[in-house]
């Protein structure tokens, strides 16, 4: 009626927001000569705002066309008014209409006359990222008046808040704004969502600790039809933290052969597969160093199977997806197409069991063959020559360990379905049974290092030094944070092993007690019906191939790392990088082009390791919701803000059984560990290598995973109680605090805190 600033303040007062009190001058009153109105209170300053019927709108802003005047004396009210009537005649303004196609005439000029807040602190927040980030909100304030920060008066500090995560950094010279204080910002803006809309630019100044709301006006400038989701749901337990560049560029490379593989399988039509071929080709992304997965796409590719509407909680289930909001329009495929897909989908599932053991024959040929050919002095193009080779042959069946992947999550979820409903049993129960019903492939490195540690008094020195060798040919890929090509594994760095054996040795007690729940006989009594033992069959074979191919991934990565650390020490011979681990900084299409066309690669080298200093400062968000396509940050200086909380009651997923007091051991960085030896474990997630540090804690916990997680399988296997999908774990359990966790019922209490001690 009186335009969006006027009809929005009057909104946001008649829902019960904190607005300084006004009065509105309509337009017709405004330009009387006898101007009349009554002042909005008895206060001694105001400020005098245009409201136009033309402003803020969805295709024409007039920003800083009209006048604007802060701390107006009362005397000098109606002046200020004229004066901005008068402005819509300014120069600026008509060219501004001449422009956006709008008719002067039609433009009604009415005032708003506000109390002046005398703020401390003032500012804007955004409730999405204007360069594109709909999930994150910005807050940018400075100190005193809001005018001061509109016209870059003074300085300046933004909060960025992630709003899935809630965690928040900041960047700037001064910390103006406490938690306290965000969190309260971030509700008001949620409470005015239902009412102006999801994307919102709010003006709000702050006095005596007091939020007051100055403006509320929609952002227009983002897309929001079509956004990018970007989810590190189980893939973050692949990629902890932050992956190099070719780390990056190789899983890019990797899922993409892999997805479209597996949809060339279900849809077995080539017209088909190329339409649909931008959405293979971005499964997975990378944002500040981190790996996600482009979740948006994995739903697609889901959307090709039959009853893909009961596939899809399993699956979220199994993968530990939070979030589970989806577009559940379908693929729009031909009708035809789409009955082809029923049976070949259905046929597919039902070659996994075959075709995953075809693929476990064909990787030890190929793994075989490319110890007998690989050897460091090979050159550069002999290296690209070989790790293309290995590519092709893998690509071409690796797809398959997608499908059994979705194999065991069916079978699996029809299992603990048919033992909750028939037999009644609990998740603990069915947990248990689960664990003792396969023979866990990725078991075998940790129980062979335990027998090489136990048995190492018993061996001369040269059956040792035979046996470690042994050792490293089967399993010396396996180690912490494996999957990252920067990573150093017990094949790229032997003395890690002499390392790790000689902290199990530490405890010979625990040693033994070790290596004797390894060799215990698990209980596997057969007790159900047919149909129960029907989907047992299954998804233990389901979960046995998936963790042989999890195992043999590792393998691969091996082998992909031995040819870029040989590249690596190629291209430092020849000073195209300073030191051999550089080429990590390089993408792996850049790695592998500079052996045929060599150039110097140190500059780009160097701006990577710089913008990779601030990646290791963002926190780390688990979603990331973009407009349009996604982007790195780019700050001068970052803070983060560690929130703390109280609670000292916490729940999850119960994994493994059982129940352990202890102490709390909080690891954020692998590298870094320190004695984990009888503490309680507690993380942001763990990777297949977390299995030597597990076998040496009381327990472990982790924000991250589900019950097919590596987490849980492994702390089944080696009998230790596990929790995982704990909700703020790593911001409410600190090193030191002592904690009892229950594995059967997934709870968790701090029974001392560390600064109590």
Same mark, same amino acid.
Do not use: H
């Given at each position: 009626m009186y335009g969006s600033k006027i009809d929005n303040l009057i909104k946001l007062r008649d829902n019960g927001f904190n607005v300084p009190a006004f009065t509105v001058v309509p337009y017709e009153d405004a330009v009387k000569d006898d101007l009349q109105f009554d002042m909005p209170s008895s206060g001694n300053l105001f400020s005098v705002r245009s409201s136009a019927n033309v402003e803020d709108g969805e295709f024409q802003s007039f920003a800083g066309q009209f006048d604007t005047f802060l701390n107006v004396a009362r005397e000098n009210v109606k002046d200020k008014i004229r004066e901005i009537i008068s402005s819509l005649s300014s120069d600026g303004v008509k060219a501004y209409c001449e422009k956006s196609g709008t008719d002067i005439s039609d433009i009604r000029m009415n005032i708003i006359v506000q109390d002046m807040i005398d703020s401390e602190v003032s500012g804007v927040l955004f409730t999405a990222n204007p360069q594109g980030i709909l999930n994150e909100s910005v807050i940018t304030v400075g100190r005193g008046l809001g005018e001061g920060i509109v016209s870059s008066k003074v300085d300046t500090t933004s909060y960025y808040y992630n709003l899935t995560d809630k965690i928040c950094y900041f960047e700037g010279k001064e910390d103006l704004l406490d938690q306290e204080k965000i969190e309260e910002l971030i509700g008001i803006s949620d409470k005015m969502k239902p009412i102006f809309g999801e994307y919102l630019d709010i003006e709000f100044a702050i006095k005596g600790g007091v939020v007051y709301i100055l403006q509320v006006r929609p952002i227009t400038t983002l897309k929001t039809e079509d956004p990018l989701i970007m989810d590190n749901s189980n893939i973050v337990e692949s990629y902890p933290g932050i992956s190099s560049p070719l780390t990056t560029s190789f899983v890019d490379l990797v899922y993409s052969g892999v997805f479209k593989g597996v949809c060339g399988r279900v849809l077995k039509n080539d017209k088909e597969l190329n339409k649909h071929e931008d959405v293979f080709l971005n499964m997975t992304g990378h944002v500040n160093g981190r790996v996600y997965y482009k979740i948006s796409n994995w739903y697609t590719v889901i959307k090709f199977l039959p009853m893909s509407k009961k596939i899809i909680p399993v699956w979220q289930e199994m993968m530990g997806v939070r979030?589970?909001?989806?577009?559940?329009?379908?693929?729009?495929?031909?009708?035809?197409?789409?009955?082809?897909?029923?049976?070949?989908?259905?046929?597919?599932?039902?070659?996994?069991?075959k075709n995953m053991r075809k693929l476990n024959e064909k990787f030890i040929v190929i793994n075989d063959d490319f110890y007998k050919r690989f050897d460091p002095s090979l050159s550069p193009e002999e290296l690209v020559k070989l790790f293309n080779d290995v590519k092709v042959k893998l690509f071409d069946c690796w797809d398959v360990t997608l499908l059994n992947d979705m194999y065991s999550f069916i079978f699996t979820g029809l299992l603990k379905s048919r033992m909750k409903k028939k037999y009644k049993k609990d998740d603990n129960e069915i947990n248990d049974y689960i664990s003792g019903i396969s023979d866990i492939e990725s078991m075998k490195p940790v129980i062979e290092i335990t027998r090489l540690a136990l048995q190492k008094d018993d061996m001369s020195e040269e059956e040792f030094a035979k046996?470690?060798?042994?050792?490293?040919?089967?399993? @010396?890929?396996? !180690?912490? *944070?494996?999957?990252? &090509?920067?990573?150093?594994?017990?094949?790229?760095?032997?003395? /890690?092993?002499?390392?790790?054996?000689?902290?199990?040795?530490?405890?010979?007690?625990?040693?033994?007690?070790?290596?004797?729940?390894?060799?215990?006989?698990?209980?596997?009594?057969?007790?159900?019906?047919?149909?129960?033992?029907?989907?047992?069959?299954?998804?233990?074979? @389901?979960?046995? !191939?998936? *963790?042989?191919?999890? &195992?043999?991934?590792?393998?691969?990565?091996?082998?992909?790392? /031995?040819?870029?650390?040989?590249?690596?020490?190629?291209?430092k011979e020849q000073g195209l990088i300073e030191k051999a681990h550089d080429i990590y900084y390089m993408k792996i299409d850049e790695a592998l082009g500079l052996a045929t066309d060599p150039h110097n690669m140190r500059k780009t080298v160097s701006d990577r390791k710089e913008q990779y200093k601030l990646y290791r400062e963002l926190p780390p968000y688990s979603r990331l919701i973009f407009s349009e396509g996604p982007f790195n940050k780019r700050h001068t200086n970052v803070n983060r803000y560690h929130k703390k909380f109280n609670d000292n009651e916490l729940s999850g997923v119960p994994c493994s059984g059982g129940i352990c007091e202890g102490e709390a051991l909080v690891i954020t960085d692998v590298n870094d560990t320190g004695d984990v030896k009888d503490k309680i474990l507690i993380t942001k997630m763990t990777d297949p290598g977390w299995v030597f540090l597990l076998t040496q804690a009381k327990g472990v916990i982790s924000e991250k995973g589900s019950l097919l997680s590596h987490t849980a399988i492994i702390s089944r296997e080696i009998g230790i109680p596990s929790i995982v999908g704990v909700k703020d774990l790593m911001d409410t359990v600190q090193s030191g605090d002592i904690i009892r966790m229950n594995g059967d019922k997934g709870t968790i209490e701090i029974l001392k805190r560390s600064s109590d001690k």
């Open positions: 979030n589970k909001t989806y577009n559940e329009d379908d693929v729009k495929i031909g009708f035809f197409t789409r009955i082809a897909t029923y049976f070949n989908s259905v046929y597919e599932l039902c070659s996994v069991p046996a470690k060798k042994e050792y490293i040919k089967l399993y @010396g890929d396996r !180690n912490l *944070e494996e999957l990252k &090509l920067e990573s150093r594994t017990f094949r790229s760095n032997p003395e /890690l092993l002499d390392w790790r054996i000689n902290q199990y040795r530490k405890d010979m007690d625990r040693l033994k007690a070790t290596w004797d729940s390894f060799t215990r006989k698990k209980n596997t009594e057969d007790k159900y019906d047919a149909l129960t033992r029907f989907y047992v069959k299954k998804s233990s074979l @389901g979960i046995y !191939n998936r *963790e042989i191919s999890r &195992l043999n991934r590792s393998r691969i990565y091996g082998i992909v790392r /031995l040819i870029i650390d040989s590249l690596g020490a190629k291209y």
